[in-house]
Every structure is written in C-alpha cells, then in structure tokens.
C-alpha cells in the first residue's frame, strides 16, 4: 500500500501496551494467540475444514502452522479422524477384482455381492483405507463458545488499532470482568500510554474505539457522545502532535464530522452542547491551541451544516 504521507504511515502502525512504536518487535503481530483465535474463527465461522484454515491463514500471515498444530493437537483442541465420507467415494472407484484382494489380504471372508464387500470394509477395516483428516474436537467449540464474544468484540471495536494477545492477556487477569469491562479497561490502558509517549495518533484510535463501542456495540449514546466530545476537543487541539506532523494533520476528520452529526439526531443538539461546555472544563489544560469560544463556535458549525469541517479545517492553522 502507498501512503499518503508520513504522518498517515505513523497514524497505522498498531499500539503496543508492552512495546513503544520504535520497539515493537517485527512478528508480534504473528503472536500465539492471535493466530489460535483467527484459526478457529475460519473453522467455526467460516465454516472451513481445520486443513483449510490451516492453509488459509498459512498463506495469510506467512507462517508455518506446523507449531500451532501441534500445540493444540497436545491440549486436545483438534485430533486426527477418518474422513468416512471420503471412503465411499474410494470404495465406489475400486473394481470387485480390487475389493476382493483388499478383504483377503485382511483376512476376511469374501461376500458375493459387491455391495456387501464395500459394507464388510467400511466396518471392518476403514484405517486401511480412508485418508486422515484433522477435526476440531468438543474442547475447541466449547473454547470458541467461551471465547467467541471476546473476540468478535475485539475485532469489531479494536481490529487494525492494538495487539489482541494484549487484549486476550487483560481479560486472562481479570476474570471476575465480563468481556465489554475489560475492553474498556484495555483501551483506558492504551489512553493513558498516549499520552504518556504523546501519541497523538494513538490517543485518537481509543477515542475512536470507546466511542463506536457505546455507540454502535452498546447503543449508550451519552457516554458515546463524551467520546466524541473528546476525540473533537482534541483533534482541534491537538497538544500530543509531533510538530513535524502538523502540516499533514486534518484536525476534524470525516468519519468524525459524521460521528457527531449523527449523534445530535440520537440526543439533541442543546445535549450535545452542554456535555461539550462541562468537558471541556475537564480537561484542565493550559496548553490549547484552539480557544472554548471557537471550539464551541466551530461545533455549532458542524451542527448546521454537513460539511462545514471542510472550511473549519482551512481555518485551523498549527505551527
């Protein structure tokens, strides 16, 4: 993929809670973890064979699968069983000459009729024929029922933005949390990092994930709208920018102009308002670049019409 310019190559790269963006190693997106969930995903969604999704997700991470086999064959997630179906169809290819030769090398008596040898075979002796197959076992749809929830979340509100074996390990170590508790303790996690390293970019992603997470996930439109609130109050302001960045950076995006037009039709336009006045408040901070008075005035904009971010964003000026 091309990239439009530097800081959009920054703003892609995935956040790390254990790795600054300099450190992350180069496959740690390969981890264990990440790599079991996508392949039961593909089995028990996708509806492939466990071969299929072996070989679908080899050749789209590019890794030997060999390991991950071979783990959860160990714990019990997937064996190797007979594909009787397969042997029918063997059994119908083969002439009775064939049949014959097979039930007496066995050591079985031989039926006149050539049904009744394909029969004596399949009960017989099926291992001598039928080809392996790899299955996923009771274990593995009961791991995916367990873990089918936490995964759909992550992917739904995280997917792109962070590591899922960092999102899977803070669930593991707080048990007693459903799945949406962590996700939002995850993403917390990742806020305070952001600002901590003054990653713009990555503080915008949990805004971004928190906000689609009340408002689409849950259909809580009060906190969702305080997500909002903030990725604006902070696009506009944006103190956590590397300087370097500043000519490339679109303070008001699209996809959020969108965002807070919609969430006017669920609220009110006065609700908004107000949330926006006391959030403001909140943030205590000395270092603005854009002053309350023209954030609020900028938002009221946004509210009367569609596409005003457009001009709003020519007027921003950062140095």
């Given at each position: 993929m091309v990239l439009k310019s530097d800081y959009e190559g920054y703003s892609l790269k995935l956040r790390s809670l254990e790795y600054d963006l300099d450190e992350i190693p180069k496959d740690y997106f390969k981890h264990e973890t990440l790599l079991i969930k996508e392949l039961f995903y593909v089995i028990f969604e996708e509806h492939m064979t466990v071969q299929e999704a072996l070989n679908?997700?080899?050749r789209f991470y590019n890794v030997s699968f060999q390991k991950i086999k071979n783990k959860l064959i160990r714990e019990g997630y997937i064996e190797e069983s007979l594909n009787l179906d397969a042997l029918g169809e063997i059994l119908d290819s083969y002439n009775a000459k064939k049949l014959k030769k097979i039930l007496k090398s066995n050591g079985l008596k031989v039926p006149k009729n050539l049904e009744d040898q394909k029969a004596l075979i399949i009960s017989e002796i099926p291992d001598k024929i039928a080809p392996k197959e790899l299955i996923a076992t009771e274990k593995a749809k009961g791991y995916w029922a367990d873990n089918k929830n936490r995964a759909d979340l992550f992917t739904d509100c995280c997917e792109g933005l962070f590591y899922y074996q960092e999102y899977y390990e803070t669930c593991m170590n707080n048990p007693e949390k459903s799945d949406g508790?962590?996700?939002?303790?995850?993403i917390d996690m990742h806020y305070d990092l952001a600002i901590r390293r003054s990653d713009h970019p990555g503080l915008i992603n949990c805004l971004q994930s928190k906000g689609y997470y009340y408002n689409v996930r849950?259909?809580?439109f009060e906190?969702?709208?305080?997500?909002l609130l903030k990725e604006y109050v902070l696009s506009i302001n944006p103190i956590y920018l590397r300087k370097r960045y500043f000519k490339e950076y679109e303070p008001i995006s699209y996809s959020l102009n969108r965002n807070l037009v919609a969430i006017v039709d669920e609220l009110s336009t006065d609700h908004v308002l107000k949330r926006f006045r006391e959030l403001w408040d909140e943030f205590e901070?000395?270092?603005?670049?854009?002053s309350y008075e023209d954030a609020f005035n900028y938002l009221n904009q946004l509210?009367?019409?569609?596409?005003?971010?457009?001009?709003?964003?020519?007027?921003?000026?950062?140095?």
């Open positions: 679908h997700l080899k508790e962590n996700l939002v303790g995850f849950l259909k809580d906190k969702g709208c305080d997500e901070s000395d270092e603005f670049l854009v509210f009367e019409d569609g596409n005003a971010y457009e001009k709003i964003n020519e007027i921003i000026e950062f140095s």
